[in-house]
């Protein structure tokens, strides 16, 4: 029996970030941790899952360029958005004392995120390569002078004691998932809900293209919240360009824009559209 329309795929070990995320926005779906993101993509690609959770891009980290690179070999869809509150917890063998660790690890982001809090403790840091990892390495050394840094998930998924939460050095640390499906999903329009277009571009190879190739979104109304580049050809000469605009293409002001787009670019990819994520509107939205 085929049970792909149940799968959820991510990049990482059980309990990371991107599971965390897997759970919190589809629950109903099983979610199957992936060695990579291609590999997570792929899956969906084949059929053989219904929807990947992949990190775009992070609030204290920056871009995920691997990402950029994988999307065009791909023919999927961004279906929806996800904004996760990163809580790094510090995690120790059940009945640890905090006086008694010596040691931490986790991946390098994680522990530069949490790194006065570490140096408080006077912990020796190591590197693991991912979070969920270093919590899954814990609960197998038995180590009661070792700690990890990692999600809460991942304390409940290796049987670890959460020593602290909200290790982080500082709070609103937050990451940003593209949800990704084989199938298009455009929602209908309507008037009094906020949407995003993704769009992948090439421009001409002319003076001032990507200047006019953009101008139709200013002259129509249209707010671009992201604008990534990146080298796309073996040559170094031809650039490629990531946008997300707060707009839906049964808009006139958004037809009109994609219209301009298409004549000034040598080549445009709608990759979805979606309704923008609540965090975008919170108290606590960074302008992305």
């Known amino acids: 029996m085929n049970q792909s329309n149940d799968i959820i795929a991510y990049q990482g070990h059980k309990g990371a970030y991107s599971h965390l995320a897997c759970c919190r926005v589809h629950p109903e779906l099983r979610a199957h941790a992936c060695a990579s993101f291609a590999e997570a993509m792929f899956m ?24 950029y690179r ?46 006065g809090n570490i140096k408080s403790l006077k912990l020796e840091q190591t590197a693991a390569l991912d979070t969920a990892g270093a919590a899954e390495e814990l609960s197998l050394s038995r180590n009661p002078t070792h700690a990890a840094i990692a999600s809460s998930l991942a304390a409940e998924l290796y049987n670890l004691e959460i020593i602290k939460d909200n290790f982080q050095d ?14 298009s999903r455009m ?10 277009t993704t769009l992948m571009f090439r421009v001409r190879n002319i003076p001032a293209a990507l200047y006019k190739a953009l101008g139709g979104f200013a002259t129509n109304g249209l707010n671009m919240v992201k604008l990534e580049s990146y080298m796309s050809s073996d040559t170094m000469q031809v650039s490629s360009f990531h946008l997300d605009v707060e707009g ?41």
Do not use: W
């Open 187 to 196: 929602p209908a329009f309507e008037p009094d809900k906020r949407y995003l």
């Open 70 to 115: 994988l999307m065009p070999k791909t023919r999927l869809h961004i279906i929806d958005e996800h904004f996760e509150p990163v809580n790094h917890c510090l995690l120790a063998l059940p009945g640890t004392k905090l006086q008694d660790l010596r040691t931490v690890s986790s991946h390098p982001q994680a522990l530069a995120q949490c790194d």
């Open 44 to 67: 969906v690609e084949r059929g053989e899952a219904r929807l990947a959770m992949i990190p775009l891009e992070n609030s204290t980290a920056g871009r995920v360029e691997e990402i």
């Open 248 to 288: 839906h293409p049964h808009q006139p002001s958004m037809q009109h824009a994609l219209q301009e787009l298409n004549f000034f670019a040598s080549e445009v990819r709608v990759m979805g559209t979606y309704p923008a994520h609540p965090f975008r509107t919170s108290s606590l939205s960074i302008e992305i």
């Open 170 to 183: 500082v709070n609103g640390n937050t990451t940003r998932f593209m949800i990704l499906a084989k199938e």
